[in-house]
């Protein structure tokens, strides 16, 4: 599945009945929630990336884009908004990128 198909189903789930899908759950409990959740997946993905398990980090990093996403979702962040900021930083050097923050 794309991140874009991920994020077209996050975006129908918004107003699903919460008793009939987990993402519809998620963002039912709230922004708070769906942050803590992905806060969870983030650390799990963090202990397979320094553990080395190829196939477990495979499977905690897409829990934690899954979670990324509906944790941005529930602030209505989209895929798209996320691309378009990829996108402007683009022609600058991630250097340059953090420099400008300060």
Request: proline share 2%; with cysteine; net charge negative.
């Amino acid at each position: 599945m794309s991140l874009e198909k991920l994020s077209q189903t996050i975006a129908a789930r918004k107003g699903a009945d919460p008793s009939t899908s987990w993402t519809a759950k998620l963002l039912a409990a709230g922004p708070e929630k769906c942050a803590e959740k992905f806060g969870e997946e983030a650390v799990e993905a963090i202990i397979e990336a320094v553990k080395g398990d190829k196939a477990r980090l495979t499977s905690e990093a897409a829990d934690a884009l899954y979670h990324l996403l509906v944790m941005c979702a529930a602030r209505d962040v989209s895929l798209a908004d996320i691309e378009a900021e990829l996108a402007r930083r683009e022609a600058q050097s991630g250097i340059a990128e953090k420099a400008s923050r300060s």
